[in-house]
């Protein structure tokens, strides 16, 4: 088969010349959300979306029996401390229809950590670049629980992952599974990449909760409370506080790893196409179990980092803000408006924790 | 008695002599019709002031000037097919649909849809296509970074509809024409798909208020599924523009001038026709048995000639009346029937009428009977007229206007809904053109003002009418009409060109198989239209049982008629839909080509689509330039007759003017018949549009010679139903 194009020093530059344009442009349009997330959100220190939630602190160990390629971060039997954070994403009131999350910092430090990872509920994203982002953040148009009408409207996977996404009525944050979406770099001990994938379920084989039995396209953009509700504002916080001090949580902590290969197809880094679970299976990562809640103030404060990653582990990079990979190149570039609202917090002191109120479907 | 030679001779001469020839000599400041959607019974949109004509003729300049620039500018921004980008990531999706609301979830399969978007220098470049599935969603798959690049300004999404084909050398060539453009913001376009949801178009919609299945047309000008080709458009105009300031002279002779107008100079303002050309030179000939049995035979009328069950060589012509119908109490239409014997020639020769029905104003007994044989002096002269009229209002009606026109349109519109890639495409498109226009114009000015106003049927009846008349039209095992003997022409040229059809029809089936095979679907959802849409069958809707004696035998007269008549089989199983028993039979059954009986499916549809070309083009045409022969001489025959004054009602003499059509009703009906016959336009064999297969004009004029002994000259077979 014949090339497309012929090849020339002319088409060489052009080329480099627009994937040069595509980074700067992909740079610059993350410090700029960045800057505009500071300012916006961060001095008032109020978080980009998952306000409402509840952290504690505990152990993890490194499976024993890890069957994974050898890795400098992720070494059999070993221990870290860490802090948990689960949150209901955007609105102030856990009986409303939302994405549910899961974040993890491998330290018992509010900001510092080597490893820091974020899972949200479901298998599939509601956006799945920077440019997407960007689009679903601007259109929002919320009032009273309904929102993102258009986001819907105009992009039926973004629809998709709301449906599917989103658990309304778990008993627990506990007992609901947590997925990456997107892939994170594997790089092995000897330098070979993979990619990967993080999971986030129960220890025991326990049924997940909040899954909408009946999802529909009509209803996606309405996140309300359901008529006649009887479960307060801060339900979720409360059953996991109680479940805490009484017997713990253990999770595990899981992982889908596949081998990079120098000709890939870009869709295996879409976080709206999940890996084929028979031919990239979950493998036991680590457990851990969370012991202790940390009081609202120190949860407001505890935050997570894509930066926070070993060199072995990291983001995959990104070319442009069309790739799929440029989610999380924005997510670990937004380091500064975290820093911002940390500040905030110190002179503004943090904000005041979530009143059991009939104040419903706000944000 | 009239020498047979000399009345050979005259007839000859006359038909020669009155011949439409198309002469008008189109010049600045004159007098000018606006267009074919301009006609008016009273008075049509004319252009005559000349400072008007010079303001219409700068528009013209205008029109040029915006044309040449549109071509200039495709010239210079061409929209080249290639696509541009590599790396297909990106997808527009949706739904097409149909937006009547009966229609809304029936899907618009196999449309063609594109993706453009133009740079800021106005280039346009391709980002994808496709076409919509059978369920009527499509994808485009497009690269997302040649959609965003900086130097677009916009992306739209276009839908492109099938609209006609035409022929170069021997090949054929399909044109699409943009439909619906719908624009995205390039900032929307984000990866992954964009959904454009349902698009609903209003493509082909069926009309719900009609009786029949008719197609809507919001604005015939701006808002139509379809447009005349602008040579017809031409034609039009000039044939018309003449008939129409003779019309126009009248209606003013008659509003400020009236003693200056009489029914004679009115039929001389007209250009002659063959009855007053005969009668010029043969007085009488026309009105004589001899002259019935050639017209019924083998003129307008071509009449069905169903044979006497007692009396060999006997036949009877029936043409029905009012019947049930909803009518008016000034018009007589009672049921005429016509018994002929075969004189030894073979030419049908009228004996014996009988007239069904009231025939004055006095007696409205609907079964009343008057019988007139030829020995009734007079009268018998004066009851063929009423059978004449009769004859001709009920070809007018019934054969021409439900029989062609409207049987035409029910294909028509399954067609453009739903045939697109399948080959029959291009067979059927070029004949089933235009007809739903022109249905449209006829249904203001043909049923609304002009039959209602000089034939006994209101509007309501001519609808329940045309309904009952199509519900006896079928393609299944429809064959043209037998012949009764060697100078039954009519129905020997008829024979010969379904022939001709027959087998163009099939060698374009056979050359095109696989093709068809291929969208077979395309061919079921057209059959699905055309039954799901079709009327019921005459009288299947109807308790029989709950008419009155006379009543029931007089329906069951006119289906057994009918049935021949319109060589609809009744012994073919028919489908039930909606509780109605359908008239049109269907094609086919199954989305895919059936393997097992593929002989049966083909032959059905070869079937199908002779029929339904024989009847847009040969069918048609025949009614349609023989109308002037006939109904060009408004004491000879006319739409109707009124009852006038006296006892004696219609059985009257031509001279008396109170039982035919007022003066200003006898210009409009001579009006009428001139456009209906002398603006015809895309003649098989001269291929005006460029769209009829070669093929076809080739085969008909292999038989040129035998149609022309036929009395039957091919070049003036239209391609389709356009007037």
Not at chain 2, 230 to 255: N, S
């Amino acid at each position: 088969m014949k090339p497309e194009k012929k090849f020339s020093m002319y088409r060489v530059f052009i080329n480099w010349l627009k994937s040069t344009w595509d980074k700067f442009y992909l740079w610059f349009f993350c410090r700029f959300f960045t800057f505009f997330i500071a300012i916006a959100l961060g001095l008032r220190g109020i978080r980009m979306s998952h306000n409402n939630g509840i952290a504690g602190k505990g152990r993890l160990k490194i499976v024993d029996d890890l069957d994974l390629p050898n890795n400098d971060f992720f070494k059999p039997g070993h221990e870290f401390n860490i802090r948990v954070r689960h949150a209901s994403a955007t609105f102030l009131d856990d009986a409303m229809k939302v994405i549910r999350s899961c974040s993890i910092k491998f330290s018992d430090h509010h900001f510092n950590s080597p490893f820091d990872i974020q899972l949200n509920s479901g298998n599939f994203g509601v956006f799945w670049s920077a440019i997407s982002f960007w689009k679903f953040a601007s259109s929002r148009a919320e009032k009273w629980g309904v929102d993102w009408v258009k986001y819907n409207h105009d992009y039926p996977q973004g629809s998709k992952g709301a449906q599917l996404g989103v658990r309304r009525h778990a008993t627990s944050f506990h007992n609901v599974r947590y997925y990456s979406q997107s892939p994170y770099l594997f790089i092995t001990t000897e330098g070979i990449k993979y990619y990967c994938k993080y999971k986030v379920r129960p220890f025991e084989d326990v049924a997940e909760t909040g899954i909408d039995p009946n999802p529909s396209v009509i209803d996606a953009c309405n996140q309300r409370i359901l008529p006649h509700e009887t479960r307060g504002r801060n339900f979720l916080k409360d059953e996991y506080e109680d479940r805490i001090n009484r017997e713990g949580a253990k999770y595990r902590l899981q992982i889908q790893i596949r081998m990079a290969s120098d000709d890939e197809d870009p869709e295996i880094f879409n976080n709206m196409t999940p890996w084929d679970e028979e031919r990239f299976p979950w493998k036991e990562l680590a457990e851990f179990e969370v012991s202790e809640v940390l009081d609202w103030d120190e949860s407001c404060r505890t935050t997570f980092s894509l930066k926070h990653m070993p060199k072995s582990l990291g983001i995959i990079p990104a070319k442009s803000v069309y790739d799929y990979n440029s989610m999380n190149y924005m997510r670990a570039n937004t380091e500064f408006a975290r820093k911002v609202r940390l500040f905030a917090y110190r002179v503004f002191g943090p904000p005041k924790p979530i009143p059991d109120d009939d104040n419903r479907n706000v944000t | 008695m009239y020498q047979p030679d000399k009345v050979e001779k005259v007839c000859k001469e006359c038909e020669e002599k009155t011949k439409i020839v198309y002469g008008y000599n189109d010049s600045f400041f004159k007098p000018k019709l606006k267009g074919i959607n301009f006609l008016q019974l009273g008075r049509s949109s004319m252009i005559t002031n000349p400072i008007t004509i010079t303001i219409e003729f700068l528009y013209l300049v205008y029109s040029k000037i915006r044309n040449a620039y549109q071509a200039l500018m495709k010239f210079l921004f061409p929209r080249r097919e290639k696509i541009m980008g590599h790396n297909k990531n990106t997808q527009v999706v949706g739904n097409i649909t149909f937006a009547r609301k009966a229609d809304i979830h029936v899907p618009l399969h196999n449309m063609r849809c594109e993706l453009w978007t133009r740079s800021w220098w106005f280039s346009w470049r391709k980002l994808g296509d496709c076409t919509s599935q059978r369920d009527g969603s499509f994808v485009i798959e497009f690269d997302l970074r040649a959609a965003r690049r900086f130097t677009n300004r916009a992306i739209q999404f276009e839908i492109h509809q099938h609209t006609h084909v035409y022929y170069k050398d021997t090949s054929v060539h399909p044109v699409y024409e943009l439909f619906k453009t719908i624009k995205i913001p390039k900032k929307d376009i984000i990866g992954m798909q964009y959904s454009l949801h349902t698009i609903q178009l209003f493509y082909w919609e069926y009309r719900d208020d009609a009786p029949v299945p008719r197609v809507v047309i919001k604005d015939h000008d701006k808002d139509a599924p379809q447009y005349y080709a602008q040579g017809r458009q031409d034609a039009f105009i000039e044939q018309v523009t003449p008939i129409e300031l003779t019309k126009i002279k009248h209606m003013e002779q008659l509003a400020f001038a009236p003693e200056t107008i009489t029914m004679e100079s009115l039929q001389n303002d007209y250009p002659e026709n063959l009855t007053r050309c005969i009668e010029r030179e043969l007085p009488g000939y026309t009105r004589s048995d001899e002259w019935m049995g050639k017209r019924m035979m083998n003129g307008m009328n071509r009449a069905y000639f169903e044979p006497d069950e007692n009396d060999k060589d006997c036949y009877w012509v029936k043409y029905y009346g009012v019947c049930r119908y909803a009518h008016n109490e000034k018009f007589a239409l009672p049921t005429a029937k016509m018994k002929f014997r075969l004189r030894e020639d073979g030419l049908p020769m009228p004996i014996h009428l009988v007239l069904i029905g009231p025939i004055n104003a006095f007696n409205k007994d609907p079964f009343q009977e008057h019988v007139f044989t030829s020995d009734d002096g007079d009268d018998w002269q004066h009851a063929k007229r009423v059978f004449r009229v009769n004859g001709s209002f009920t070809t007018e009606l019934d054969e021409h206007f439900t029989g062609t026109h409207l049987n035409t349109e029910q294909y028509a519109i399954a067609a453009y809904r739903n045939l697109r890639l399948n080959p029959i495409a291009t067979l059927l498109q070029p004949h089933l053109k235009e007809v739903v226009l022109i249905n449209h114009s006829a249904d203001q000015l043909l049923l609304s003002e002009f039959i209602p106003n000089v034939t006994a049927l209101t509007p309501d009846g001519i609808n329940q009418r045309t309904r009952d008349v199509l519900g006896m039209q079928d393609w299944a095992n429809w064959q043209p009409m037998e012949p009764l003997n060697e100078i039954h022409t009519a129905a020997r040229a008829e024979q010969l060109f379904w022939d001709v059809l027959h087998k163009f029809v099939g060698e374009f089936i056979q050359d095109n198989l696989a093709e068809i095979r291929a969208h077979w679907f395309e061919i079921h959802r057209f059959s699905e239209d055309l039954v799901n849409h079709a009327v019921p069958v005459f009288l299947s809707d109807i308790d029989m049982s709950e008419l009155p004696d006379e009543q029931r035998e007089l329906a069951e007269d006119r289906f057994d008629y009918y049935s021949k008549q319109y060589c609809f089989d009744t012994t073919v199983t028919r489908e039930t839909r909606d509780g109605e028993l359908k008239a049109v039979s269907p094609i086919t059954h199954s989305d895919d080509f059936d393997e097992d009986n593929a002989d049966d499916e083909i032959a059905r549809l070869h079937h199908a689509c002779t029929y339904m070309i024989m009847v847009a083009t040969y069918l048609h045409t025949w009614i349609n330039e023989h109308q002037y022969e006939q109904l060009g001489e408004v004491l000879y025959s006319c739409g109707g007759l009124r009852f006038g004054d006296k006892e004696r009602g219609v059985i009257a003499p031509e001279s008396d003017l109170s039982i035919s059509p007022g003066l200003a009703r006898a210009s409009q009906g001579l009006w009428f018949g001139n456009i209906l016959s002398r603006t015809e336009y895309g003649f098989i064999t001269a291929n005006n549009e460029n769209d009829v297969n070669p093929k076809l004009i080739e085969m008909l004029l292999e038989k040129e010679e035998e149609f022309k002994a036929l009395n039957v000259d091919v070049h003036s077979i239209e391609s389709r139903t356009n007037i």
